[in-house]
């Protein structure tokens, strides 16, 4: 089974067991984000790719995972993460990611206050940090709401 899939099996069951609630869905995607990578940076990682037999740079997660599932980066939520590329694996790129359910971030209900990583050695990946924000009392207008609706 894909990790799409086992995404879209996790959302579904999140849904039903508390529906109008904000989701935060987080780890390893082994999906690239292109907007973090310069042309130049992209075709090295595809060499490095190529020359090793590895598959070619995907990005088909995130890029559903932003649009048709409604998420959003966390890292582009946040105000204090500054511009260039975060390596988050050992082969110098990002595929690991905290994505905020993107409805509940339209709504004021959620944001991210800080996003970064730590090189904590306990894994091959680096550890992911978004420090993110519940506003309980827009959180329950949201779900008042959805609930008359």
Request: negative net charge; aromatic residues 8%; charged residues 30%.
């Amino acid at each position: 089974m894909s990790e799409l899939a086992h995404i879209e099996i996790v959302l579904n069951s999140s849904r039903e067991i508390a529906p109008n609630r904000p989701r935060l869905v987080c780890g390893d995607f082994n999906a690239l984000t292109l907007e973090d990578y310069s042309e130049a940076e992209l075709a090295e990682v595809a060499r490095v790719r190529a020359n090793n037999a590895w598959e070619e740079p995907k990005n088909k997660v995130s890029t559903i995972m932003k649009g048709r599932m409604g998420f959003a980066d966390s890292k582009a939520l946040s105000p204090t993460f500054s511009a260039g590329r975060l390596s988050t694996c050992r082969f110098n790129t990002r595929i690991d990611y905290v994505y905020v359910d993107g409805g509940s971030v339209a709504d004021g209900a959620v944001s991210v206050s800080d996003y970064y990583h730590v090189d904590d050695r306990a894994s091959d990946h680096n550890m992911v940090v978004a420090e993110v924000v519940f506003d309980t009392e827009r959180l329950r207008r949201v779900a008042e709401k959805a609930k008359a609706d």
